[in-house]
């Protein structure tokens, strides 16, 4: 390398939490601190899948071996 410079495989996204550039050492987040609160959002079961509930008439016809 003749400047010294590493060029950057990808290129820099928006920290999911605040906006500010990501860094390399907390990629995708841009700080330890984000992506501890991203962390937590998760072991406390703030993100979630929504599902939709099955009625029950459909489970009663599932089997009709009899």
């Not at 990501?22 to 079961?45: H, I, K």
């Not at 599902?51 to 089997?63: R, S």
């Amino acid at each position: 390398m003749k400047d010294g410079k590493v060029t950057p495989l990808r290129k820099a996204q928006p920290c999911p939490e605040c906006g500010r550039p990501s860094t390399r050492d907390s990629y995708p987040f841009c700080s330890e601190r984000c992506r501890g609160v991203d962390l937590n959002r998760w072991l406390s079961g703030s993100y979630a899948i929504p599902v939709t509930e099955v009625e029950d008439n459909q489970d009663e016809d599932f089997d009709d071996r009899g």
